[in-house]
């Protein structure tokens, strides 16, 4: 298990993708938590095949981040959701696309088997290679 | 570590109690997202000692599906609890007894040692047999 | 990986905390779902660099404890987020510090290199001693 922690004002995805490239991670399973802000967010519209983004401001409290690292396209990718609170404890959350640290952000990387994607023009998505269980 | 993903239209529950099954996972720690719709999601009154049960309608990102299989009445049981978004961002959570998958389900199952259930009356649940720590 | 559940009545951090000096786990991943009340939950405002906090009344499940354990002042430290649902599957959560059981709790801890944790005076909180990635 691979230990990872951001600095405020880190871009999360560009680093944690990065460091998967920088020490070979090609899969992993993906949990932490930590501050956000400027977090951008989707929600994926099956009529669409695609993601309605918003970003939000202000500061939040990152309570999950949860997700894997796959290889799509030859690199690592994280696909990624997130919970996030604000002051007022109130919780919105989605499809995370990117976001930048506030005080510090704390995650676990647990490599496992290599898990690739392949484009699903039927659905509209990236879906693992594995035979669905 | 497993690595489980299901299709449109499966059944989550159903689906990943027959993996345990099949794959002969008695008790295993639970994490993963993915998108959902037929949502039955519960909250457990203490009162009452039961769930108040209510289903979802609607398409919601599945931010975040944490728990654990182990093993109950002689069968791998999943504990589950889910967070969920919906095209506003906004969450909504509780108990999870079923779901329909929309795009994918992207799950990690990371066995343990044997987990046991019993039906404690007095609480009103079915709760693992170890010690409390 | 541990197991480790609570009982009604028993407050987590206390628990948790003591069962890792007991268990001489001084830096783990935790994860976890359960019931809780009597819920102390915090928003980080960096312009105070410390914690707005607030108690929750009302019992909640526990949608998910995400976080870990590291070793700060000498003694095993969790840091953890939560989420919960009400009644009304409402979700509110943030930066936790203490709770009380309500039916169970259901956690697992994976051992992980040690990680210390030191005083950031610029940014007001205590960060992981590892070069962020």
Same mark, same amino acid.
């Given at each position: 298990?691979?230990?990872?922690?951001?600095?405020?004002?880190?871009?999360?995805?560009?680093?944690?993708?990065?460091?998967?490239?920088?020490?070979?991670?090609?899969?992993?399973?993906?949990? $932490?938590?930590?501050?956000?802000?400027?977090?951008?967010?989707?929600?994926?519209?099956?009529?669409?095949?695609?993601?309605?983004?918003?970003?939000?401001?202000?500061?939040?409290?990152?309570?999950?981040?949860?997700?894997?690292?796959?290889?799509?396209? $030859?690199?690592?990718?994280?696909?990624?959701?997130?919970?996030?609170?604000?002051?007022?404890?109130?919780?919105?959350?989605?499809?995370?696309?990117?976001?930048?640290?506030?005080?510090?952000?704390?995650?676990?990387?647990?490599?496992?088997?290599?898990?690739?994607?392949?484009?699903?023009?039927?659905? $509209?998505?990236?879906?693992?290679?594995?035979?669905?269980?």
């Amino acid at each position: 298990m691979f230990l990872f922690t951001l600095k405020p004002g880190e871009r999360v995805r560009q680093s944690l993708e990065q460091a998967c490239l920088d020490w070979d991670i090609p899969s992993a399973a993906v949990s $932490g938590i930590g501050g956000l802000r400027q977090v951008e967010l989707g929600y994926w519209r099956a009529s669409q095949a695609d993601y309605q983004r918003k970003t939000l401001e202000g500061s939040f409290e990152l309570l999950t981040l949860l997700g894997n690292i796959s290889l799509y396209q $030859g690199r690592p990718f994280a696909h990624l959701h997130v919970t996030l609170a604000d002051e007022n404890l109130q919780v919105v959350g989605g499809h995370f696309f990117e976001a930048t640290v506030t005080a510090t952000v704390e995650l676990f990387l647990t490599p496992c088997d290599p898990i690739e994607r392949h484009w699903d023009a039927q659905i $509209g998505a990236a879906l693992w290679n594995l035979e669905p269980g």
